[in-house]
C-alpha cells in the first residue's frame, strides 16, 4: 500500500511502480506536500507515464508492462494469446534483464541470427519483431525511451536463395495437380471444408466459423461476417476481413450436398464437430488436414499454405490486383503486394508474349513474314 512516513524527521513517500517495483522518495518537512506528491506519484503510475528513472527499466517489465496495459486491453485473445508466446518463448528469454535503454539495433540483429540457427521460420521471426515493435511504440508513449529503435531494424527476407541462383518463399503453394491428390485422399466428410479452404482462401478461424446464413445461393457468394478463437466468436481480424468471397460453380455445388449431411449445431455452422460444436483448430490440422496430406504423399504444408495456394491460383489465371485483395480480405493493396508480389512479376514476364499475340497473331508470324519480304526486296 502507498503511504506517506515520517524517517529521521523528514517526510517519506512510500509506494509501488507499475512494475511492481517499491519506491522511496524523500519529499521534505511538509507532510501536505508529500501526501501532493504521493498523489501525484499514483497518477502517473495509473496512466502508466511513471519513469522510474532513465535507463533503469529492464525489458521483462516493459514487456510485462506492455502486455497487461496495452495488449490485454486493445487487441483480440486470440493476437493476445500470439504476443504472449513470442514473450514467454523469445523475447522475455533474450532481452530480459537488458535495460530498456541499452537494447540497440545491433542487439536485435544478434537476436535474429539466434533464431535463424535455431531454425526458426522467417515469417515467425518477423512477427516476432513485429510484437518487439508494438512494446518499444509503448515504450516511447510512457517515456521510458526517446525513440522506437524498431525503426532503424529490418525484417528478414522471406525469400531464401537456392543453389541454381533462384530463389522461393517460405510460404508453401500447392500446384493443380497436388490439390486434386490432396481431395482425392480427403475422407469424403471432410472434403467440403479442404475444398472451400482452397477456393476462398478464407482464414482457418473464418473457416471454422461459417454459418449457413452467411452463404448468398443467390448470388453465388460467402459472406465472411466473423471468426471463432478457443470456441467463442468474434468480430473479423479487420474491417476489410468483413468481406464477400465469389463462389466457382463446383464449390456451391459441393457446399449444396454437404448442406445435407452436415451436423445440426446450435450456431447453424457449415463445418461443426459432430456434436455441432465450432471444430478445433488442432483437431482439423492433426485429425484431417496433414492425414490426407500423407495419405496423398505430398509434403508437410500448413493450413494457412490453403490461402496462399488460392491468392496464388487467382493471380496465375490473370486477376487484377484489386480483386485478389478484395478476395483476401487484406487490409490495404500493399498488404497483398507485399506477400505475393513475387508471384505477380512471374506473370507479368507472360504480359510481352500476350503483347505479340495481341499485335501480330499468337505466333507473330505476320510481323516475322513482314521482315522476311522486306529483306527479299532488291
Known amino acids: 500500500?502507498?503511504?506517506?512516513?515520517?524517517?529521521?524527521?523528514?517526510?517519506?513517500?512510500?509506494?509501488?511502480?507499475?512494475?511492481?517495483?517499491?519506491?522511496?522518495e524523500t519529499v521534505g518537512t511538509n507532510k501536505k506536500e508529500a501526501e501532493e506528491k504521493l498523489a501525484t506519484r499514483l497518477l502517473e503510475i495509473s496512466s502508466s507515464t511513471f519513469n522510474p528513472g532513465k535507463g533503469m527499466v529492464v525489458f521483462s517489465e516493459l514487456a510485462l508492462a506492455w502486455f497487461q496495459n496495452h495488449a490485454k486491453v486493445n487487441v483480440r485473445p486470440n493476437t493476445c494469446y500470439t504476443y504472449q508466446g513470442h514473450l514467454n518463448k523469445h523475447l522475455i528469454p533474450f532481452f530480459g534483464q537488458m535495460k530498456v535503454i541499452k537494447?540497440?539495433?545491433?542487439?536485435?540483429?544478434r537476436f535474429k541470427t539466434q533464431k535463424l540457427r535455431e531454425?526458426?521460420?522467417?515469417?515467425?521471426?518477423?512477427?516476432?519483431?513485429?510484437?518487439?515493435?508494438?512494446?518499444?511504440?509503448?515504450?516511447?508513449?510512457?517515456?521510458?525511451?526517446?525513440?522506437n529503435i524498431m525503426k532503424d531494424v529490418d525484417k528478414l527476407s522471406t525469400f531464401l536463395k537456392e543453389k541454381d541462383g533462384g530463389r522461393f518463399e517460405e510460404m508453401n503453394i500447392l500446384t493443380p495437380e497436388e490439390i486434386n491428390l490432396l481431395l482425392e485422399?480427403?475422407?469424403?466428410?471432410?472434403?467440403?471444408?479442404?475444398?472451400?479452404?482452397?477456393?476462398?482462401g478464407m482464414r482457418q478461424s473464418e473457416l471454422l466459423a461459417l454459418m449457413w446464413d452467411d452463404i448468398d445461393w443467390n448470388d453465388k457468394q460467402i459472406y465472411v461476417r466473423r471468426m471463432v478463437y478457443r470456441g467463442k466468436f468474434y468480430e473479423p481480424k479487420s474491417k476489410k476481413s468483413k468481406r464477400k468471397i465469389d463462389m466457382t460453380p463446383?464449390?456451391?455445388?459441393?457446399?449444396?450436398?454437404?448442406?445435407?449431411?452436415?451436423?445440426?449445431?446450435?450456431?447453424?455452422?457449415?463445418?461443426?464437430?459432430?456434436?455441432?460444436?465450432?471444430?478445433?483448430?488442432?483437431?482439423?490440422?492433426?485429425?484431417?488436414?496433414?492425414?490426407?496430406?500423407?495419405?496423398?504423399?505430398?509434403?508437410?504444408?500448413?493450413?494457412?499454405d490453403?490461402?496462399?495456394?488460392?491468392?496464388?491460383?487467382?493471380?496465375?489465371?490473370?486477376e487484377h490486383p484489386k480483386y485478389i485483395q478484395a478476395q483476401m480480405g487484406h487490409s490495404s493493396i500493399n498488404v497483398t503486394m507485399d506477400v505475393y508480389g513475387h508471384l505477380m512479376e512471374k506473370v507479368n514476364v507472360k504480359a510481352t508474349c500476350r503483347l505479340d499475340a495481341?499485335?501480330?497473331?499468337?505466333?507473330?508470324?505476320?510481323?516475322?513474314?513482314?521482315?522476311?519480304?522486306?529483306?527479299?526486296?532488291?
Not at 490453403?306 to 490473370?318: D, E, V
Request: charged share 25%.
Open 306 to 318: 490453403l490461402r496462399h495456394t488460392f491468392a496464388s491460383l487467382l493471380i496465375y489465371q490473370g
Open 103 to 109: 537494447i540497440t539495433p545491433a542487439i536485435i540483429d
Open 1 to 24: 500500500m502507498a503511504c506517506v512516513r515520517k524517517r529521521r524527521g523528514k517526510w517519506v513517500i512510500d509506494f509501488y511502480d507499475q512494475f511492481g517495483k517499491r519506491h522511496w
Open 250 to 304: 463446383i464449390l456451391m455445388s459441393e457446399l449444396k450436398k454437404w448442406k445435407l449431411a452436415c451436423p445440426l449445431s446450435e450456431h447453424n455452422l457449415v463445418f461443426p464437430t459432430l456434436e455441432g460444436n465450432p471444430m478445433n483448430p488442432a483437431n482439423l490440422r492433426t485429425r484431417i488436414f496433414e492425414p490426407a496430406l500423407r495419405r496423398a504423399g505430398l509434403r508437410k504444408i500448413r493450413f494457412h
Open 358 to 378: 495481341t499485335l501480330f497473331g499468337a505466333s507473330g508470324s505476320r510481323m516475322v513474314a513482314t521482315e522476311e519480304n522486306k529483306e527479299s526486296l532488291p
Open 119 to 147: 531454425n526458426l521460420d522467417r515469417q515467425t521471426i518477423n512477427k516476432i519483431l513485429v510484437t518487439l515493435s508494438s512494446i518499444f511504440r509503448y515504450a516511447v508513449r510512457n517515456r521510458f525511451v526517446r525513440h
Open 185 to 200: 485422399h480427403t475422407a469424403p466428410k471432410h472434403r467440403p471444408l479442404i475444398l472451400t479452404a482452397i477456393l476462398t
